[in-house]
């Protein structure tokens, strides 16, 4: 089988940022198949020309053809709009030139792309598969990214138009299946493969003395946020929850990543004298297992908007892999997850004091952080590796790519789904 991936913020294992998709075309790859990713030149987090490269073999099996874009993630609402509707003809074009394709898959965000995928599958006459990451346009209207009300009837039409045109549509949270279905999907075309993480890739034992050594992090406790510094992540109360950790020297509030947004806040970091807090520069995904490994707890945050309570991060299932108790920001589905796991702590979304309470409660339970870490670990184990979701994915592009089209992956199938 041959797949198509049209994925214009694909990340490879030495780029910063999720890795979802290229472990679960490796995967693929070992068992016979083969995929071929259309992608951008530039990172989504840094936005850096990731590679001169146009034709790149990552592993046997899974090769990346870059697609030209104009305009840049990291600039204004306008450039990155560019560099979306670029990348929808440019990865036309060039998926045009992969021959004997089976199946196309396309993942939003960012949304338009999806278009392409569409009609590339169409013009090729094979099914397409909608992979849905976020709720796209929704959360864009919600945080405020998106006010014109043009763009977001075109935006919603769009959803709605490759929602019903798609041959399978694939959800990673179980919060986006009653959006996905009340904007116009057929719930019978609807799947869950969940977000997850490698947890080959994570030792929870490894005590990171080496990276701590190497970004002078001595006897602190490091509390750390890895991931894109953008305006869902809220990490100005992530900042307010530092001021008020000033009178505890022994914690530091470790930023790790990059992102349109991390300018100002080491500005306003600098401005308030917190000297608590470091930032350091997007971790390749390689380079993560020894980051988490130094840190004493995981922190994930997003903004206290209803549909982020959808949502399943991916940077929570890795601190959990990397056997660190998680301080979660936020509230719905994945809350559930680390509750029902006792894998961390809930904080209410958007309120500093109880983040500052929270770390400084952790940091002085050291024996009851080590616990709640072992038992994140034990849950990505049983329910969120990448290796099932991989299964998962390869049994419903071969459904799909069957001339029967006959269906036996679910919304039920999976740990997660069990009570």
Same mark, same amino acid.
């Given at each position: ?196 993480? %490698?947890?080959?890739? *994570?030792? +929870?034992?490894? &005590?990171? $003395? ?5 970004? #002078?992090?001595?006897? /602190? ?120 796991? %006792?894998?961390?702590? *809930?904080? +209410?979304?958007? &309120?500093? $004091? ?5 770390? #400084?409660?952790?940091? /002085? ?55």
């Amino acid at each position: 089988m041959h797949v198509l991936l049209v994925h214009q913020v694909f990340v490879r294992p030495d780029d910063p940022g999720g890795t979802r998709h290229f472990e679960l075309a490796a995967r693929l790859a070992q068992h016979g198949h083969r995929v071929t990713i259309l992608a951008s030149t530039q990172s989504y987090q840094t936005g850096q020309k990731l590679t001169a490269v146009r034709r790149e073999t990552l592993t046997s099996g899974v090769e990346v053809r870059r697609c030209w874009v104009a305009g840049s993630f990291t600039h204004s609402f306008v450039s990155r709009t560019v560099g979306f509707l670029s990348f929808i003809v440019s990865s036309f074009v060039e998926g045009l030139r992969v021959r004997e394709v089976d199946v196309v898959w396309g993942t939003s965000p960012p949304l338009l792309q999806v278009a392409s995928a569409w009609a590339l599958a169409r013009t090729k006459r094979v099914p397409l598969v909608f992979e849905v990451r976020d709720l796209w346009p929704a959360f864009a209207i919600q945080v405020g990214v998106l006010r014109n009300p043009l763009l977001i009837a075109l935006s919603r039409w769009l959803e709605r138009f490759l929602y019903r045109h798609a041959d399978r549509i694939i959800i990673n949270s179980p919060g986006f299946t009653d959006h996905v279905v009340n904007t116009g999907a057929d719930r019978s075309r609807l799947s869950l493969i969940p977000n997850g993480v %490698d947890t080959r890739m *994570f030792d +929870p034992r490894a &005590d990171g $003395a080496a990276w701590r050594a190497q970004h #002078g992090l001595q006897r /602190e406790w490091v509390a750390m946020y890895a991931g894109a510094h953008g305006l869902s992540n809220d990490l100005d109360v992530l900042l307010d929850a530092a001021q008020r950790l000033q009178a505890r020297p022994e914690i530091v509030i470790l930023f790790v990543g990059d992102g349109k947004e991390k300018p100002r806040l080491e500005a306003d970091a600098a401005s308030r004298g917190l000297g608590n807090v470091r930032f350091l520069p997007a971790q390749a995904k390689s380079q993560m297992p020894a980051a988490l490994a130094a840190a004493d707890c995981g922190i994930a945050i997003l903004k206290p908007l209803p549909l982020y309570a959808t949502t399943l991060p991916n940077k929570v299932f890795d601190y959990m892999a990397a056997g660190k108790p998680v301080v979660l920001a936020i509230d719905g589905v994945i809350r559930q997850v680390v509750e029902q796991a %006792d894998a961390g702590l *809930f904080v +209410p979304p958007g &309120d500093a $004091a109880r983040l500052a309470e929270t770390i #400084g409660w952790l940091a /002085e339970h050291a024996r009851e952080a080590r616990e709640m870490g072992g038992r994140g670990r034990a849950c990505v184990e049983a329910g969120y590796d990448r290796e099932l979701a991989a299964q998962l994915l390869e049994r419903l592009l071969r459904e799909v790519v069957a001339p029967s089209g006959r269906r036996t992956t679910t919304l039920a199938d999976g740990p997660w789904a069990k009570p």
